[in-house]
């Protein structure tokens, strides 16, 4: 019996689910719709939103990148150790952020292409490492009470919306447009979709995977500066589980766990996916543990469809042959 191609369907399956999740949860608790709920899930999303931007073009270049948690948790507790201890400006500590962030996605890159270490490997033993010096640094204190210039980047608004909305948005059109619209982009997909001919066209696949590794590093670093603005504190442990979470909105949003496909809209809607389940699940009573069976039984599905989608597009492509 030959396989049904669902490819078109899976391009706005995330759509869709996250509408009738939004039905579902609608009927079990009165408080879901409300105007001030919705907008607090979309509030505390905007920095997962940044990361899985960031992690994307990782993934759509056949990667995988399990430390951008730990990247948060050093990058977090350097932002604010220069500003609560070292009495930095506000934009100097942040600028000292994003650089750290950038440098340890290069090291990722770095780690990954010039010493061939496969990349699940390598981010998970990255993401040790970066843990342990976040650790070391902080000596596991807690930094609180930003300036408020800092805090700005959450609280204050334009036209009445809040900034990391804004910026969220804005790092998800630009996004968006490499995708679709740049020579990197169309890059990205043919690396992620098949290295070795991409290597024979004549692209250069080392620096390009060194390239997005350390976007994904600067983006993480962006999200961290909007996490730790929000929270108005930080520590060690702030940023660990966000690769998670980053990880199965970007496949329950299309991104292929292969490489080599990937909608900015679908990711920003797997995001948000997760995000109405652990909301609606809070307001229906079922609690925070029960979150993590769905979430991971939501990943396991969307690898699942991801791996049938592979295998059906491979066996149509034989009997074309």
């Not at 962006?222 to 998670?244: D, H, L, R, W």
């Not at 490489?259 to 389940?277: K, Q, T």
């Amino acid at each position: 019996m030959p396989r049904i191609d669902l490819s078109g369907l899976k391009k706005y399956a995330v759509l869709f689910i996250l509408l009738a999740l939004m039905v579902i949860f609608s009927l079990t608790s009165p408080y879901f719709l409300t105007a001030r709920n919705l907008t607090n899930i979309i509030t505390q999303n905007t920095y997962f939103i940044i990361v899985a931007v960031g992690l994307s073009f990782v993934m759509i270049g056949g990667g995988i990148d399990l430390s951008v948690g730990f990247q948060m948790s050093l990058v977090g507790v350097i932002t604010a150790m220069a500003m609560t201890v070292y009495h930095l400006p506000p934009w100097l500590a942040v600028v000292i952020g994003l650089a750290l962030g950038t440098t340890l996605g290069l090291i990722n890159g770095l780690i990954v292409t010039s010493i061939r270490i496969f990349p699940l490997i390598a981010t998970l033993a990255t993401s040790a490492v970066f843990q342990g010096i976040s650790y070391l640094v902080s000596k596991a204190n807690t930094f609180r009470a930003y300036p408020e210039s800092f805090l700005a980047l959450t609280r204050g608004k334009v036209l009445g919306i809040p900034l990391d909305i804004l910026l969220a948005l804005v790092v998800a059109v630009v996004v968006s447009i490499v995708y679709t619209e740049t020579t990197f982009g169309y890059r990205l997909m043919a690396v992620g979709g098949n290295e070795e001919a991409a290597r024979l066209s004549g692209i250069n696949t080392k620096r390009l995977k060194i390239s997005i590794y350390t976007i994904c590093g600067f983006l993480t670093a962006v999200a961290t500066m909007v996490m730790i603005s929000k929270a108005n504190t930080t520590n060690s442990s702030f940023g660990p589980g966000t690769e998670f979470i980053a990880l199965t909105a970007a496949i329950v949003g299309g991104v292929s766990f292969m490489g080599g496909e990937g909608s900015v809209l679908a990711l920003v809607g797997g995001v948000f996916v997760l995000a109405v389940i652990g909301n609606g699940m809070q307001l229906a009573g079922w609690g925070t543990y029960a979150q993590f069976i769905v979430r991971g039984l939501i990943l396991l599905g969307a690898v699942a469809f991801d791996e049938y989608q592979k295998s059906a597009r491979l066996k149509s492509r034989g009997r074309a042959s």
